[in-house]
């Protein structure tokens, strides 16, 4: 690849659970290129999955252009603890660009995308949640993003995993008839519940294939279901508590500052997102709460650009 150096471009990267999204974008911001991929968690598909994907995508959005980015900024979950941001570095010098690079998490671009620098708070669910901030001493915080296993209470996997047990829990007659199981079924092509077993284990699903049964909770939600408004209100309470967390670590409560809704979740499901909103009000009462309305990669062409100009501002964890 030969590079036009007399324009300087910069692109960003969102790696999610469940797609990457990557922009290019010129030294004033203007976006000249998009390209979609699939999910690139690193500990959802693996090392040698997150490679292609990124590679894929990032030769799409440079296309036939004779370009070399002055800078390169990714968002992923996970990659603020050293080793996995090593890994990913480590990927994307294999890919051979020679650009200046910055990996964070994602919750930070989506923050940024958002309001920029302010102090703020982010409340993420996609396919995996997580809350993080920042406040005006450039101290951030987070709760939550501890992935499937361990936690990521109130993500689509989360709402999946929970609507599954529900379905099973009814057919042996430990739990409630739900309207979730006509749903459940219809999403994954299955005649009746005994199907399920050879669906989920012998697929081998990823956690974004489950995460994509929150659309049948919110359907089953307004529908009146018991069951799925409980697990709703449940997974707002999860992610109200991580953003109270957040909140507290970081002296925002009596502030005036952001909350910003993000994720497909969010979109998806907005019972969950309205419950998370009244929620967050009561712990800080002069909040404004808003969704993040452009992609998040928009905040990673941000940090880009002021990585580009010498360094962007990537806050450091506030202590205790």
Not at 88 to 108: C, H, P, Q, Y
Not at 112 to 141: C, K, L, M
Not at 159 to 180: C, E, F, K, M, Y
Request: charged letters at 20%; a neutral charge.
């Amino acid at each position: 690849m030969s590079a036009d150096l007399s324009t300087p471009y910069v692109i960003g990267i969102d790696a999610g659970g469940t797609k990457t999204v990557c922009l290019l974008a010129d030294l004033g911001g203007r976006v000249l290129a998009e390209a979609r991929g699939g999910g690139a968690n690193l500990q959802a598909a693996g090392e040698l999955e997150v490679e292609k994907v990124l590679h894929e995508t990032m030769d799409r959005v440079i296309g036939e252009r004779t370009v070399a980015p002055s800078a390169i900024v990714l968002g992923m979950a996970g990659v603020d603890r050293a080793g996995e941001a090593q890994v990913i570095r480590t990927v994307l010098r294999r890919i051979g660009f020679k650009a200046r690079l910055l990996v964070t998490n994602d919750a930070l671009i989506a923050l940024v995308a958002a309001i920029g620098h302010e102090a703020g708070v982010v409340i993420i669910a996609g396919t995996g949640s997580i809350a993080y901030g920042r406040n005006v001493r450039d101290e951030a915080a987070r709760a939550g993003g501890w992935g499937y296993v361990l936690g990521d209470e109130g993500s689509g996997y989360w709402i999946g995993r929970h609507a599954l047990r529900a379905v099973v829990r009814a057919s042996d007659g430990r739990g409630h008839q739900t309207a979730l199981t006509s749903l459940v079924l219809a999403h994954f092509g299955a005649s009746r519940p005994e199907d399920l077993v050879h669906t989920i284990y012998d697929g081998a699903l990823r956690p974004s294939a489950i995460a994509a049964l929150a659309h049948a909770v919110q359907e089953a939600a307004d529908a009146g279901d018991e069951l799925a408004l409980q697990v709703l209100a449940v997974g707002a309470r999860e992610l109200a508590s991580s953003a109270r967390a957040v909140i507290v670590r970081l002296g925002l409560r009596d502030e005036a500052f952001d909350v910003v809704l993000a994720g497909g979740v969010m979109q998806a499901v907005p019972r969950l997102a309205a419950e998370v909103e009244q929620q967050v009000r009561l712990i800080a009462p002069r909040c404004r709460v808003r969704r993040l309305e452009v992609e998040p990669a928009f905040g990673a062409v941000m940090l880009a650009i002021a990585e580009a100009g010498g360094g962007a501002r990537v806050p450091k964890y506030a202590a205790g």
